[in-house]
């Protein structure tokens, strides 16, 4: 067994999985910092230019400077002791994107300098906070590119604070998982007709489309519009602020599908992107996916939760 | 640029103020840390880019300097600490552009302890604590980030008073490691007196006021004219100057440790084997031994301030009795002639040689002399003659010198003694009153044995001013000679020096000079002689100590967190409601108070609802934390809310 493999295990040991932690003696390890070994050392060296030197000013320097180390040991402990962890709910992230898992600290004193960091590979750098007495929701940035749902991992978080002698840290896997949805890429979906109308499929690539809707007319710009309907155009061409309209396929509900051209996992960014789309602007949407599972159309944050998640928990491909 | 690194860098600019008053620094560093400091303080990427040419110009100058100062192999000591103080500098420098200045916090912190090893004094070492001071409230700034800089500095306060007990116990209780090695001494603040006597040398010296030594007595001091303290015993006359000639056998004296203490001595740094003392009773140390001519022997220069004691014997001056020997009574054979003739004459007067002293008393109060700084120069070839019987205006060497001349040629044995005569007497409020010995003390008389007596103390220069040995140097001399001494400063300005100088001597007899001799008489006291348990005792002390400091850090951080400030500058904007009865309710949050209090008074509802909404704006939307500026923002709005209230409330009670 190699040293990572062993230092790795040992942090596994360390490490509490549990929605609550109270930190404390049992889960607390405190050594001295790369600093407080440099302090120590300046200790010794004063001490001894004092001694020989027969002057007692190094002298009390160096014991102000041991009693501040002997000190901080307690303080650097208690900056961290007695600090309630809880895991709250999480919100649905995207791949690829830095997203926010939510925690929330109780502490009844004010805690400085309290460093986060999650022990995985391209994780993002440590975070700092000061905890305040209280009640206290903190957001740690997380990473993945996968989709899926995923426990976020250990948590390393440690302080340095009054003096930046000791280090104290101890180790946390939150159980709550995240939900990560597919990576927003804006693409080409399959669309599908309504069920009312039963039209029949459309390809995405027509060229009446901007996006997947259907063009229908231009009509005076509205600055509420946003600049994406400008028809920048007929702008430059000096017709005024005009606006492109689209329709929707027959009707007002939209389904869509991965488009089956394109390779899965970006079939469903394109598709992951879409229903954002359509959520900001409003409109009802329905999913119909390869695995049978169909989302009837609707519309509202909820729904676009249950379509990401849906698209979050499909199977992975297998590697070849 | 961060709080800490203004820190340090203050930190490092009273630094540099201390070394260039006390004089330690190299003209190199003198120069190169205000330049290094400014130029660290507009961190500028010309800077950022040539730092490392800036560093290797800085050790190429440092190297040069300290290769030329290398003549003297004793200043290789001063050389490294300049070094260390120029690097903390470049570190500090550095720490503006890269760095965390965690490391120049820790190199200036060495730097405040090499300071240490010159400069002891009271205000040295008030400026080295503010130093280090300053260097801790960096780190703490460092941790925890930006915050108001009376809040950091009450911090670094609480944190410095909170580790005292923990310092005092290991001061004073830790065993000490016996000094490995000796560092070099600090040569540049040692008192004037010197091995060889010249005349003029004195006059010169006498005009410098700095410290020579303190002295604290059991009892009353002695009266101004028995004030004579002893340094130097001069037996060899070469024609010009006087030495101390061979080393005499040491009398065999054995220090008293624990004999009652006459005297206390604090002496300044001195590059002359001898310490003062006035020649009654012994030393309270063994490194300290009386030799036959009675001079207090230590046998090496004093590096640092020292302290000893003189105990009682309740026996006579053993080294008063020490028999004369040739040296005593030798004078060069070709050289003052005159002199020779005048003391030859007062031989053939009397055999006696009280009646002799007696003559030669009535000859130098008959003589013209005028007692001055400024005496002119002497031939080098006879120049007593030249004083005695030309000139006749010198200083105390000029004739304490020729009197010893002349006793020698009235075959009377005689020595010069130069030591310090007088001093000024302290009575610091509050604490013990001392005698304070200048420069300007410096004095030089003689001695000369008489059978029966010993060695017996003349002053010719008394003879000639009484006033120099009954009232001061400055009442002796005349109007020009006065302002050589220097303009006195005014009364109010010696009465504080006065203070500081009781501080001080405390402060260096009680901290500086605790060393493991006092240490053990320290523990004696303590522990009954059971010194099997100094260990036991210490450790129990710095536990003690560890403990009493944690309690406060808590009792502190509960107090400080029920003195929340946006807490209470919400109970304040709260109490004009109070006064209407509308009090917040036990489980009630803010925001339910505010709905409840603008239901009950409607036409204040937007201002009691503006109160819910920058407390939780103050409260949940500040990331990561509440700044100061916004601390101070909320109780700005708070306190204008509270103003409104306080106008609608008076209002209401007027109409009613």
């Known amino acids: ?320 | 640029m961060s709080l800490a690194q203004r820190l340090l860098q203050l930190a490092l600019l009273l630094l540099w103020a201390q070394l260039l008053i006390t004089g330690h620094l190299y003209p190199l560093a003198a120069i190169a840390m205000p330049a290094i400091l400014l130029l660290s303080l507009k961190p500028h990427s010309l800077v950022r880019s040539n730092l490392n040419w800036i560093t290797l110009a800085c050790l190429l100058g440092w190297a040069i300097t300290a290769i030329r100062e290398q003549e003297d192999p004793t200043t290789w000591f001063t050389s490294l600490v300049n070094l260390v103080w120029l690097m903390a500098s470049l570190k500090l420098l550095e720490s503006g552009h890269k760095h965390n200045p965690r490391s120049a916090a820790l190199v200036l912190l060495l730097s405040i302890g090499l300071a240490g090893t010159f400069n002891q004094n009271l205000s040295s070492n008030l400026l080295q604590g503010s130093c280090a001071l300053l260097c801790i409230a960096a780190l703490v700034a460092l941790e925890a980030g930006p915050q108001p800089l009376a809040d950091l500095l009450r911090r670094s306060l609480t944190l410095f008073a909170i580790v005292i007990p923990i310092v005092l116990a290991g001061f004073l209780l830790l065993p000490r490691l016996p000094a490995l090695w000796s560092l070099p001494g600090n040569r540049s603040n040692q008192t004037g007196l010197s091995e060889y006597l010249r005349p003029g040398e004195l006059a010169s010296l006498v005009q410098s006021h700095g410290i020579a030594a303190r002295v604290r007595f059991r009892g009353p001091p002695p009266p101004p004219e028995r004030r004579y303290w002893r340094v130097l015993v001069h037996r060899q006359f070469d024609g010009y100057g006087w030495s101390h000639g061979p080393s005499l056998p040491l009398a065999n004296e054995q220090a008293i440790a624990d004999g009652t203490i006459l005297q206390q001595w604090l002496v300044e740094p001195s590059q002359l084997d001898w310490r003062p003392w006035s020649g009654h009773g012994l030393p309270n140390t063994t490194d300290l031994r009386i030799d036959s001519g009675g001079g207090l022997w230590a046998g090496t220069p004093l590096r640092q301030r020292g302290s000893y004691g003189i105990v009682a014997t309740g026996r006579g001056d053993t080294w008063r009795k020490a028999p004369p020997t040739a040296v005593d009574l030798a004078l060069p054979e070709d050289s003052n002639p005159r002199l020779k003739a005048l003391g030859n004459s007062w031989l053939q007067q009397s055999v006696d040689p009280v009646k002799r002293l007696e003559i030669a008393h009535n000859w130098f109060n008959s003589q013209p002399f005028t007692y001055t700084l400024d005496p002119g120069r002497l031939p080098h070839q006879n120049q007593l003659d030249a004083f005695l019987f030309d000139h006749q205006r010198g200083f105390c060497e000029h004739y304490a010198a020729s009197f010893s001349a002349l006793m020698r040629a009235t075959n009377i044995p005689a020595r010069v003694v130069v030591g310090y005569q007088g001093g000024h007497w302290q009575q610091p409020l509050g604490t013990d009153a001392f005698l304070l010995l200048k420069n300007s003390d410096a004095h030089a008389w003689s001695e000369i044995w008489l059978p029966k007596r010993g060695w017996v103390e003349v002053d010719p220069t008394s003879w000639v001013v009484p006033e120099r040995v009954r009232q001061s140097l400055a009442a002796s001399l005349n109007e020009s000679d006065r302002q050589l001494l220097g303009q006195q400063p005014p009364a109010w300005l010696q009465v504080l020096a006065s203070q500081w100088q009781g501080l001080d001597t405390h402060w260096q007899l009680w901290v500086m000079q605790f060393d493991s001799s006092a240490q053990e008489r320290l523990l004696f006291t303590l522990l009954h002689g059971q010194r099997q348990w100094q260990g036991l005792v210490a450790v129990v002390a710095i536990g003690v100590g560890l403990t009493g400091a944690i309690t406060l850090i808590v009792v502190i951080d509960h107090r400080q967190n029920q003195q929340d400030p946006a807490r209470v500058a919400l109970k304040d904007c709260l109490i004009p409601l109070a006064k209407l009865k509308i009090k917040p309710a036990p489980g009630e949050t803010l925001q339910q108070f505010c709905k409840r209090a603008a239901v009950a008074i409607p036409e204040q509802q937007q201002l009691i609802e503006r109160i819910s909404l920058h407390y939780n704006s103050y409260r949940f939307d500040s990331n990561p934390s509440p700044t100061a500026q916004q601390l101070r923002r909320l109780r700005l709005k708070l306190r204008a809310i509270k103003t409104e209230l306080w106008y609608y409330v008076r209002k209401q009670k007027g109409q009613a």
Not at chain 1, 162 to 172: A, I, S, T, V
Not at chain 1, 202 to 212: D, I, Q
Not at chain 1, 238 to 252: E, M
Request: charged content about 20%; some cysteine; proline content about 8%.
């Open chain 1, 1 to 320: 067994m190699g040293f990572a493999e062993w230092w790795q295990g040992l942090q596994r040991r360390l490490s509490r999985t549990t929605p609550q932690l109270v930190l404390g003696h049992r889960n607390l390890y405190i050594l001295p910092s790369s600093f407080g070994g440099l302090w120590l050392l300046s200790c010794i060296v004063l001490y001894l230019i004092g001694i020989n030197g027969g002057s007692n000013s190094p002298v009390l320097l160096a014991f102000l400077m041991a009693g501040l180390l002997l000190i901080s040991l307690f303080l650097t402990h208690f900056n961290l002791q007695g600090l309630k962890l809880e895991v709250l709910p999480q919100r649905l992230g995207f791949a690829d994107q830095d997203q926010v898992y939510a925690i929330k600290t109780i502490s009844k004193t004010w805690r400085p300098s309290i460093k986060w960091r999650w022990l995985q590979p391209g994780a993002p750098e440590q975070q700092l906070q000061h905890i305040r007495p209280g009640h206290q929701r903190l957001e740690l940035r997380w990473h993945t590119h996968q989709r899926g749902l995923h426990l976020p991992g250990r948590l390393l978080i440690h302080t340095t604070a009054p003096l930046g002698l000791f280090r104290c840290w101890c180790y946390w896997e939150p159980p709550e998982p995240i939900w990560v949805a597919p990576a927003r890429q804006r693409g080409p979906v399959q669309l599908f007709a309504s069920d009312n109308n039963k039209a029949a499929q459309l390809n995405s690539a027509t060229n009446k489309r901007s996006g997947s809707e259907l063009f229908e007319e231009l009509r005076p710009w509205r600055p509420e519009e946003g600049l994406q309907r400008v028809d920048w155009k007929a702008r430059a061409r000096g017709r005024g602020w005009v606006a492109k309209r689209f329709s929707d396929i027959g009707s007002s509900e939209l389904w869509i599908g991965p488009a089956q051209q394109l390779p899965f996992e970006i079939a469903l960014e394109h598709l992951c992107d879409r229903l954002c789309q359509e959520t900001a602007a409003g409109n009802a949407v329905g999913l119909r996916l390869p695995n049978n599972t169909q989302l009837p159309p609707a519309n509202g944050h909820q729904h676009l939760e249950h379509c990401l998640r849906a698209l979050a928990q499909l199977p992975l491909p297998r590697c070849p």
